[in-house]
């Protein structure tokens, strides 16, 4: 699998305050992002996210270190930008435009033809679910629909590379759920995904890899279940119908390790053995078991630890 991006040494400061002092945003940032892979950028409010994904696409340009896409260190060069796709946390439209005059202005800059721009304006305007509101001002759109939109022109002239900051914002699930098709068909048709994202449940279902920034330093890099790893937390067991202390006691069981969820029961084993002894226990009382899962750190929990560990305050980004 061929490297199709590279950060090495990333270094930025931007003055901030009345005497302009600067401020550190990035510090010594080295990443890789391999062909065909989705990526994940975590890190909280501050973190040199936005920041990292500016100097990406040469929106802003860094203290010291480079980025290399393609095998060749970035420069304005239109080669380049042709082959990469990037929506951005609060993309700006011309908002007395519709829909389609706005994909048809894009396609114009990316040099596509105007039957190519056409046919794919209505491909992917029918993908994001803005069919029907191709015609319309996007004066009169919605944050959602304008953050779909943005995806549309991040993938109007079919990249390589799609680099999406904060893609999921704004969403509703219906909408998140569409998004989260879109990256993973991306990806089966061999194209590479680097997304930035807070909502951690979809960067663990979505990525391959995922690195996270705290302070404009990298923490934590790896693939999702490697970092997550392999041991079990508890085994949760679902039963029905909900049993008294007495009788958890009875049974064997502490009645501290279940609580009532509706007309179940739900415990936490610690471990293996104490779980097919509770279920034992559970069945002689004439209860059924409803499920038994073994549950293992997720990345929120990972996250946490590691941003945590590094004195974090704000809420992921």
């Not at 109007?156 to 993973?184: K, N, Q, T």
């Not at 449940?201 to 920034?213: A, G």
Request: some cysteine; charged content about 25%; hydrophobic content about 40%.
């Amino acid at each position: 699998m061929g490297r199709i991006l590279a950060i090495e040494g990333l270094t930025k400061s931007y003055p901030a305050g009345f005497w302009r002092k600067p401020v550190r945003v990035l510090s010594d940032l080295s990443f890789e992002v391999c062909r065909n892979e989705i990526v994940g950028f975590l890190g909280p409010n501050g973190a040199g996210k936005t920041t990292t994904i500016k100097i990406m696409n040469r929106l802003a340009f860094p203290d010291a270190g480079k980025v290399t896409l393609f095998g060749g260190q970035v420069r304005d060069g239109a080669d380049v930008r042709r082959r990469i796709g990037f929506m951005p946390e609060q993309p700006y439209f011309y908002e007395y435009l519709t829909g389609g005059e706005f994909l048809r202005l894009c396609g114009q800059l990316c040099g596509m033809s105007r039957a190519d721009t056409e046919s794919r304006s209505s491909e992917l305007l029918a993908r994001v679910g803005l069919s029907g509101a191709r015609g319309t001002a996007i004066r009169k759109y919605s944050k959602g629909m304008m953050q779909r939109l943005g995806l549309a022109q991040a993938l109007l002239h079919d990249p390589e590379l799609v680099i999406l900051d904060e893609p999921m914002s704004g969403l509703d699930p219906m909408g998140r759920m569409e998004v989260r098709g879109i990256i993973r068909d991306l990806k089966a048709a061999g194209k590479t995904v680097f997304f930035s994202s807070h909502i951690l449940s979809d960067v663990e279902v979505l990525c391959d890899r995922v690195i996270m920034l705290h302070k404009g330093r990298k923490v934590a890099e790896g693939r999702v279940e490697e970092l997550i790893g392999a041991e079990t937390l508890y085994i949760e067991l679902v039963v029905s119908p909900v049993l008294t202390h007495d009788r958890l006691a009875a049974a064997g069981i502490p009645p501290e390790a279940g609580y009532a969820h509706g007309d179940l029961l739900v415990l936490r084993a610690p471990g293996s053995e104490e779980a097919n002894r509770w279920m034992a226990s559970l069945l002689r009382e004439g209860c059924t078991i409803i499920s038994c899962v073994p549950v293992k750190k997720n990345l929120e929990e990972i996250f946490m630890e590691r941003i945590g560990s590094s004195g974090a305050t704000g809420a992921a980004s």
